[in-house]
């Protein structure tokens, strides 16, 4: 049997610079580079940030090629996000991996972000048999319920509102002086609070769909009103969060899936994890989970999703980035 190719991904679309090597299933190793240049403006701002990455690239695969002991010609195909995410960061990581691609004269192919985050799944764990996974995606940018066959495009079956429920978590942290981004922050205060100090309806109880713009503004009022602790807050609106997010996910799983997913940086906190056992054993379906350091994002899920995609023949190539990319959209 030949072995598979060397896959290198390249992960730009928003405030990391992520690069990794994958070799069919496998992913060998990743790197990823945050952005501190965010915290002062508690935000992300795009030209700062694609500035970054271009500074980032050159020295981020030097350090992985050096660490996994190959050399840039072992390099046999590239995939990079090209969408969805910030025009100019999605330009800079396209625009480096087409150079690379062309001085090494191997093909490079065009990575769905979201669908490089399922692929984040099949990191630590085989790829199962069964489908369809319900997975729920919950980022910085974005929350959704997908229905996955583990092939082809996820189709979305329910989404945001407004925020995302990372942007959420993000904006009460900030309210909290916690840096930018602040979910890891704030699930790290959070667990020394009291989740029941506040209470918080549960939004879209009798509805398909995600919405946190109402919760987060609960939590700012209540912020303002004083008299609560900041590490009480901070478990109380994770805890509505993990809630809601677990009513939709618990309410669609009804339906015959035969897994359940969580992905995105959401999945990396705890007590979401923990919840998302739990709804997982009440629908008896296995529970799929990406291991931490590949929730957010990074370059490994992006070699991933590029290895899966060349195996089945398909070479998406990248003649336009997508800033906005509906996962219907081929
Ligand atoms: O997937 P991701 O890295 O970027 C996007 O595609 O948006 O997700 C980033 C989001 C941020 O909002 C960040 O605060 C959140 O994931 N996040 C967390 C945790 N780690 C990262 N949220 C809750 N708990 C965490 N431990
Ligand atoms: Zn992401």
Not at 142 to 160: F, N, V, Y
Not at 305 to 326: E, M, N, Q, S, Y
């Amino acid at each position: 049997m030949l072995t598979a190719p060397l896959v290198l991904g390249v992960e730009t679309s928003c405030d990391d610079t992520g690069l990794g090597l994958a070799r069919g299933r496998s992913l060998l190793r990743h790197l990823v580079v945050g952005q501190p240049q965010h915290a002062a403006t508690e935000g992300v701002v795009p030209q700062v940030a694609a500035a970054a990455h271009l500074e980032a690239l050159d020295p981020l695969f030097d350090r992985l090629l050096a660490e996994e002991g190959v050399t840039r010609s072992d390099v046999e195909a590239i995939g990079v996000t090209a969408g969805p995410g910030l025009a100019g960061c999605l330009a800079v990581g396209a625009s480096w991996a087409l150079g690379l691609g062309a001085a090494l004269d191997v093909p490079v192919v065009a990575v769905h972000h979201l669908e490089a985050h399922l692929h984040s799944l099949w990191a630590a764990e085989p790829q199962p048999e069964d489908f369809p996974v319900l997975a729920l995606l919950a980022s910085g940018g974005h929350t959704a319920l997908l229905g996955w066959d583990g092939k082809s495009r996820p189709s979305e079956l329910a989404r945001t509102r407004d925020d995302a429920a990372g942007e959420a978590l993000d904006k009460v942290a900030r309210l909290l002086d916690l840096g930018f981004p602040g979910g890891a922050a704030l699930e790290a205060l959070a667990a020394e609070g009291d989740s029941k100090a506040v209470r918080f309806p549960v939004p879209l109880r009798d509805a398909a769909g995600f919405s946190f713009s109402g919760l987060k503004t609960a939590a700012r009022r209540r912020h303002e009103a004083g008299g609560v602790e900041a590490r009480d807050l901070a478990a109380s609106f994770q805890a509505a969060v993990v809630a809601h997010l677990m009513d939709q996910a618990r309410k669609a799983l009804a339906g015959p899936w035969a897994g359940f997913a969580l992905v995105g940086g959401v999945a990396a906190n705890g007590p979401l994890r923990v919840a998302a056992a739990g709804v997982a054993a009440e629908a008896g379906v296995p529970l799929h989970l990406p291991p931490l350091a590949l929730a957010t994002d990074n370059g490994g899920m992006v070699a991933l999703a590029a290895a899966a995609a060349l195996a089945a023949g398909d070479r998406p190539p990248v003649t336009d980035l997508r800033p906005r990319w509906p996962l219907e959209a081929a």
